[in-house]
């Protein structure tokens, strides 16, 4: 008996025995498209979805993540190895995945702090992809806060462009707002099983 | 420029039971200088046969409906939906012919090709407007039959709420799925209610008839009217219901 | 190959559904409600693309060039897979695919698998499946897991309890869960659902998943979702199991810059879905060590051989189609019988069942007016209503010498010859000489089905042609 993926295969090419001609896949659609000022439309666009969003010099930034962390009381931070050192902010505990975190002490984290790999300002999405300042995915999934730092020259105007930018093979996240379910009469609620609060810091350099 | 020659195609619904749309587009196109012809041996589009699932049928009446209408500068329906059927399935069904391409449905025609949108109609009543789903989604005939509208002196026009949304006519679906397209039938008679117009118009008696017999059965004294027959109406041959 | 479960056993034909369906009021406010909400909608987020055609076109010829090669595009994701340290398996049908995520969750050790909402593994009913050899499949896409808990059937692809209202869901959730929701605010009923699943979720170490998009040429796997719940099934546990349909693939990583554009948009109405997660092969120290890829056939071949319909096979699955239906609007998803409902289940479920002479699959094409609304919003330009009348025929062909079939060649017939058509005509009228009892029920002339909520239209004295000629001729 053939192999259940010889089989396949072969279905398929019978099925394909017209080989229908296909031709070249029309790219006439926007390879980027001319948005004004990045910064601020993804700020407005990420706060479209309810996220917080806080512009400010690079400089501050290790100042708004102590006062956001403050103003929620989040004292047990969860961070990726590679956090640098001046966002791990005095007035919260550290919790940084070296050695790996337990899915436990993941869980009884006040939020996680990252980087992200980049932005897409139309429409309002970080993309982390476990590089610089991002850990692995458990991080920033399992803490009910994600604080997300994106530098300015990290944002892109569009998916093409951002797409462009990632690397496929290394395990990517597109983050959209906080969680949030449509599944109750179509309608968008946030807070589901994700990070129910994402607050993003927008360092302007 | 000579006067185009238009090939009539009645089509067979009207031929057989509104023969008074047939003749408004006949007049309609006379007013506006063309030389109107109604080909003896035209039958019917074959859609019927074509969306219940009876190809060689539909490919016949494709085939005929080409040898039919072959020669004219246009061919004018008064439907979306029969002239969808010729220019977009017809090429399908019998490969491509002059007749097919140069089929058009009546607005295109009077604001496509003829480039009016005052046909210098009079029609002193408040209608509403539903745009027949092949006419819109097959044909794309836009706000085409709207501009026309707006243009006859005395008409009254009321926007139909949800106006894209199908009558739930569908040619058999009306039968096969009597009880769904009853639940559509009835939305849409909700919402021409709605309005407060003496007169629906489309530009298919196909679902004319249907919206039509609907309200006709609740006695809600909405008149069903075809584009061409508000278009055709004038101060002094003003349209009149049929007995 | 057995009966496909696409379609549920014992189904009545779509119209007798469809009356059942018509006659819950409660269940057509709920439809009516939820779809024109998305509808209005959807049309924004579409609108604020420039480039929306040009996507739609480019999304419709990438479709085309997978399922044309599409023995080559599977091949390669295989290599790539399994480069990348997953393993990848073959399954023609429901029945094998079922088997062998049944034997990966035994190997696992485990007797409960969590589960991302996936079309594919409800086509084949792997749920029950799993449940008949004794591990349990808990459902954590909140619309799932209220038809789970509500021991309902979906009626959506997207939203497979579309067809429950807040009140019914909180009954559900007051009913089944331990923590009872707090009212019937979505945000309750959503924060039930977060603590329904939580430990589920932390101590899973079997997952299973559907797949929206397999990149051919990198191995990458795309799962699109809102609540977090995908996520969490792909990230925390050991294992985890992939149920792919083998036309889910684009060749390139450059190839989702379109379809990450048309998807949201087209679903959830959104200019982008909460989370996206990529993920290629197995990544040390990050996310599930043990990638296991299933590629399912389980009828898509035989749809693939139909030059007509195989188009469906473009489907990303955004329900954009359900949502403008007006024929879904009012019956709701269950009356197709199918976990795939509406416009694209009226030519899919029939396709993957692969036999007309089935009535119930047979009478899914004939469930649309034909308005064409759901070719319109498409993302992948699937002439849906071309497919429909596609299949009418072979359900036609298939049904062979019946009353209907009698009639429409007489109708054609006539319709041939203007002279017999003219005489038809006068004859009382054309309709009236071809049904004289109604006998030719399928026609849209008087007939009972027509009368019971129309009236007929007089004919009048003389028709059209015998005015021409009688003033013209
Ligand atoms: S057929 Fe088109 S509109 Fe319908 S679900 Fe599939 S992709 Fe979406």
Same mark, same amino acid.
């Given at each position: 008996?053939?192999?259940?993926?010889?089989?396949?295969?072969?279905?398929?090419?019978?099925?394909?025995?017209?080989?229908?001609?296909?031709?070249?896949?029309?790219?006439?659609?926007?390879?980027?498209?001319?948005?004004?000022?990045?910064?601020?439309?993804?700020?407005?666009?990420?706060?479209?979805?309810?996220?917080?969003?806080?512009?400010?010099?690079?400089?501050? *930034? &290790?100042?708004?993540? =102590?006062? #956001?962390?403050?103003? /929620?009381?989040? @004292?047990?931070?969860? %961070? +990726?190895?590679?956090?640098?050192?001046?966002?791990?902010?005095?007035?919260?505990?550290?919790?940084?995945?070296?050695?790996?975190?337990?899915?436990?002490?993941?869980?009884?984290?006040?939020?996680?702090?990252?980087?992200?790999?980049?932005?897409?300002?139309?429409?309002?999405?970080?993309?982390?992809?476990?590089?610089?300042?991002?850990?692995?995915?458990?991080?920033?999934?399992?803490?009910?806060?994600?604080?997300?730092?994106?530098?300015?020259?990290?944002?892109?105007?569009? *998916? &093409?462009?951002?797409? =462009?930018? #990632?690397?496929?093979? /290394?395990?990517? @996240?597109?983050?959209? %707002? +906080?969680?949030?379910?449509?599944?109750?009469?179509?309608?968008?609620?946030?807070?589901?099983?994700?990070?129910?609060?994402?607050?993003?810091?927008?360092?302007?350099? | 420029?000579?006067?185009?020659?238009?090939?009539?195609?009645?089509?067979?619904?009207?031929?057989?039971?509104?023969?008074?749309?047939?003749?408004?587009?006949?007049?309609?196109?006379?007013?506006?200088?063309?030389?109107?012809?109604?080909?003896?041996?035209?039958?019917?589009?074959?859609?019927?046969?074509?969306?219940?699932?009876?190809?060689?049928?539909?490919?016949?009446?494709?085939?005929?409906?080409?040898?039919?209408?072959?020669?004219?500068?246009?061919?004018?329906?008064?439907?979306?939906?029969?002239?969808?059927?010729?220019?977009?399935?017809?090429?399908?069904?019998?490969?491509?012919?002059?007749?097919?391409?140069?089929?058009?449905?009546?607005?295109?025609?009077?604001?496509?090709?003829?480039?009016?949108?005052?046909?210098?109609?009079?029609?002193?009543?408040?209608?509403?407007?539903?745009?027949?789903?092949?006419?819109?989604?097959?044909?794309?005939?836009?706000?085409?039959?709207?501009?026309?509208?707006?243009?006859?002196?005395?008409?009254?026009?009321?926007?139909?709420?949800?106006?894209?949304?199908?009558?739930?006519?569908?040619?058999?679906?009306?039968?096969?799925?009597?009880?769904?397209?009853?639940?559509?039938?009835?939305?849409?008679?909700?919402?021409?209610?709605?309005?407060?117009?003496?007169?629906?118009?489309?530009?298919?008696?196909?679902?004319?008839?249907?919206?039509?017999?609907?309200?006709?059965?609740?006695?809600?004294?909405?008149?069903?009217?075809?584009?061409?027959?508000?278009?055709?109406?004038?101060?002094?041959?003003?349209?009149?219901?049929?007995? | 190959?057995?009966?496909?479960?696409?379609?549920?056993?014992?189904?009545?034909?779509?119209?007798?559904?469809?009356?059942?369906?018509?006659?819950?009021?409660?269940?057509?406010?709920?439809?009516?409600?939820?779809?024109?909400?998305?509808?209005?909608?959807?049309?924004?987020?579409?609108?604020?693309?420039?480039?929306?055609?040009?996507?739609?076109?480019?999304?419709?010829?990438?479709?085309?060039?997978?399922?044309?090669?599409?023995?080559?595009?599977?091949?390669?994701?295989?290599?790539?897979?399994?480069?990348?340290?997953?393993?990848?398996?073959?399954?023609?049908?429901?029945?094998?695919?079922?088997?062998?995520?049944?034997?990966?969750?035994?190997?696992?050790?485990?007797?409960?698998?969590?589960?991302?909402?996936?079309?594919?593994?409800?086509?084949?009913?792997?749920?029950?499946?799993?449940?008949?050899?004794?591990?349990?499949?808990?459902?954590?896409?909140?619309?799932?897991?209220?038809?789970?808990?509500?021991?309902?059937?979906?009626?959506?692809?997207?939203?497979?309890?579309?067809?429950?209202?807040?009140?019914?869901?909180?009954?559900?959730?007051?009913?089944?869960?331990?923590?009872?929701?707090?009212?019937?605010?979505?945000?309750?009923?959503?924060?039930?659902?977060?603590?329904?699943?939580?430990?589920?979720?932390?101590?899973?170490?079997?997952?299973?998943?559907?797949?929206?998009?397999?990149?051919?040429?990198?191995?990458?796997?795309?799962?699109?979702?809102?609540?977090?719940?995908?996520?969490?099934?792909?990230?925390?546990?050991?294992?985890?199991?992939?149920?792919?349909?083998?036309?889910?693939?684009?060749?390139?990583?450059?190839?989702?810059?379109?379809?990450?554009?048309?998807?949201?948009?087209?679903?959830?109405?959104?200019?982008?879905?909460?989370?996206?997660?990529?993920?290629?092969?197995?990544?040390?120290?990050?996310?599930?060590?043990?990638?296991?890829?299933?590629?399912?056939?389980?009828?898509?071949?035989?749809?693939?051989?139909?030059?007509?319909?195989?188009?469906?096979?473009?489907?990303?699955?955004?329900?954009?189609?359900?949502?403008?239906?007006?024929?879904?609007?009012?019956?709701?998803?269950?009356?197709?019988?199918?976990?795939?409902?509406?416009?694209?289940?009226?030519?899919?479920?029939?396709?993957?069942?692969?036999?007309?002479?089935?009535?119930?699959?047979?009478?899914?094409?004939?469930?649309?007016?034909?308005?064409?609304?759901?070719?319109?919003?498409?993302?992948?330009?699937?002439?849906?209503?071309?497919?429909?009348?596609?299949?009418?025929?072979?359900?036609?062909?298939?049904?062979?010498?019946?009353?209907?079939?009698?009639?429409?060649?007489?109708?054609?017939?006539?319709?041939?010859?203007?002279?017999?058509?003219?005489?038809?005509?006068?004859?009382?009228?054309?309709?009236?000489?071809?049904?004289?009892?109604?006998?030719?029920?399928?026609?849209?002339?008087?007939?009972?089905?027509?009368?019971?909520?129309?009236?007929?239209?007089?004919?009048?004295?003389?028709?059209?042609?015998?005015?021409?000629?009688?003033?013209?001729?």
């Amino acid at each position: 008996m053939a192999d259940t993926r010889s089989v396949v295969l072969g279905r398929i090419r019978r099925a394909l025995a017209d080989r229908p001609s296909v031709e070249a896949i029309p790219r006439d659609y926007d390879l980027s498209r001319p948005l004004g000022d990045l910064v601020e439309l993804a700020a407005e666009r990420i706060a479209d979805y309810r996220a917080e969003v806080h512009q400010v010099a690079s400089a501050d *930034v &290790p100042a708004k993540i =102590a006062s #956001l962390l403050a103003a /929620r009381g989040a @004292t047990r931070m969860v %961070g +990726p190895v590679d956090l640098p050192s001046s966002w791990r902010v005095d007035g919260a505990e550290w919790l940084i995945d070296s050695p790996s975190l337990s899915i436990d002490q993941l869980d009884g984290a006040d939020g996680v702090l990252t980087g992200c790999a980049v932005a897409i300002a139309e429409t309002g999405t970080l993309v982390l992809d476990g590089g610089e300042a991002q850990g692995r995915r458990a991080l920033t999934l399992v803490p009910d806060y994600h604080l997300c730092v994106v530098r300015t020259d990290q944002i892109v105007g569009i *998916v &093409p462009e951002a797409l =462009a930018r #990632l690397e496929p093979t /290394r395990p990517l @996240t597109f983050i959209s %707002g +906080p969680s949030a379910t449509s599944d109750i009469e179509l309608d968008r609620v946030e807070g589901v099983h994700g990070p129910r609060t994402l607050h993003v810091i927008i360092a302007v350099t | 420029m000579p006067a185009p020659r238009v090939g009539l195609f009645a089509t067979c619904l009207t031929d057989t039971f509104y023969p008074s749309t047939a003749r408004a587009v006949l007049r309609l196109l006379e007013r506006l200088g063309c030389d109107v012809d109604f080909p003896m041996d035209q039958t019917c589009c074959g859609q019927m046969h074509y969306n219940t699932g009876y190809r060689e049928e539909a490919r016949s009446l494709a085939s005929k409906y080409a040898g039919v209408f072959a020669g004219y500068d246009a061919i004018v329906a008064p439907s979306g939906s029969c002239g969808g059927m010729v220019r977009e399935i017809h090429p399908e069904l019998h490969g491509s012919s002059d007749a097919f391409a140069r089929t058009y449905e009546l607005s295109e025609f009077l604001v496509d090709v003829l480039g009016v949108t005052d046909v210098g109609a009079y029609f002193p009543h408040r209608v509403t407007y539903h745009p027949t789903c092949h006419s819109l989604r097959m044909l794309g005939v836009g706000d085409k039959p709207l501009q026309l509208l707006r243009s006859v002196r005395g008409l009254d026009l009321v926007e139909l709420p949800e106006a894209e949304t199908c009558c739930g006519f569908g040619g058999t679906f009306a039968v096969k799925n009597a009880d769904t397209s009853t639940a559509m039938l009835g939305d849409k008679m909700r919402c021409v209610l709605n309005t407060g117009a003496e007169v629906l118009c489309a530009g298919d008696n196909s679902c004319l008839m249907h919206i039509g017999g609907g309200l006709s059965r609740l006695r809600t004294g909405v008149r069903t009217v075809h584009l061409a027959e508000i278009l055709a109406s004038t101060e002094e041959e003003p349209w009149a219901a049929t007995p | 190959m057995g009966s496909n479960p696409v379609t549920w056993l014992g189904s009545p034909v779509f119209p007798k559904a469809a009356k059942a369906a018509l006659a819950d009021t409660q269940l057509r406010r709920n439809l009516r409600k939820a779809t024109h909400t998305i509808r209005d909608k959807r049309a924004k987020a579409v609108a604020e693309l420039p480039d929306w055609e040009q996507l739609r076109r480019a999304g419709e010829a990438i479709k085309d060039d997978v399922l044309s090669n599409l023995d080559t595009y599977l091949e390669r994701i295989e290599a790539a897979v399994t480069a990348r340290g997953g393993i990848v398996h073959w399954a023609l049908d429901a029945h094998e695919a079922n088997e062998i995520v049944l034997r990966l969750a035994r190997e696992a050790g485990t007797d409960e698998v969590v589960k991302v909402k996936s079309m594919a593994t409800a086509e084949i009913g792997l749920n029950e499946a799993l449940e008949a050899g004794g591990i349990r499949a808990v459902e954590t896409d909140l619309a799932e897991l209220i038809v789970q808990l509500g021991n309902d059937r979906p009626s959506h692809i997207l939203v497979p309890a579309i067809h429950r209202n807040r009140s019914e869901i909180k009954e559900i959730f007051q009913r089944e869960m331990a923590e009872k929701p707090a009212s019937d605010e979505p945000r309750d009923l959503a924060e039930a659902a977060r603590r329904h699943l939580r430990r589920k979720f932390l101590l899973a170490r079997v997952a299973v998943s559907g797949a929206n998009f397999g990149v051919a040429d990198t191995g990458s796997i795309v799962v699109v979702e809102s609540e977090g719940n995908g996520r969490m099934c792909l990230t925390l546990p050991e294992v985890l199991i992939t149920v792919m349909g083998i036309e889910k693939l684009v060749p390139t990583w450059r190839d989702l810059e379109v379809f990450l554009q048309l998807l949201p948009r087209s679903s959830t109405a959104e200019r982008m879905n909460p989370y996206t997660s990529v993920w290629t092969g197995v990544t040390p120290g990050d996310g599930p060590q043990q990638f296991h890829l299933v590629l399912l056939d389980n009828g898509r071949t035989d749809a693939l051989a139909d030059r007509v319909g195989r188009q469906a096979l473009r489907c990303i699955r955004c329900s954009a189609c359900l949502n403008v239906c007006p024929v879904y609007e009012r019956t709701g998803g269950q009356a197709y019988g199918s976990v795939y409902p509406g416009p694209i289940g009226a030519i899919l479920s029939p396709q993957l069942v692969n036999d007309m002479h089935d009535k119930q699959a047979a009478s899914l094409p004939y469930a649309s007016s034909l308005c064409g609304a759901c070719y319109e919003v498409c993302p992948v330009r699937i002439n849906i209503p071309e497919v429909l009348v596609h299949l009418r025929a072979e359900a036609v062909e298939a049904k062979g010498r019946t009353p209907e079939s009698v009639g429409m060649a007489a109708l054609g017939w006539i319709f041939n010859d203007a002279r017999r058509y003219e005489n038809a005509q006068k004859v009382g009228s054309l309709a009236r000489h071809l049904a004289p009892s109604g006998r030719i029920s399928s026609l849209p002339w008087p007939g009972s089905k027509w009368t019971s909520a129309r009236d007929v239209p007089t004919p009048p004295a003389e028709s059209f042609r015998t005015w021409w000629r009688k003033n013209r001729g």
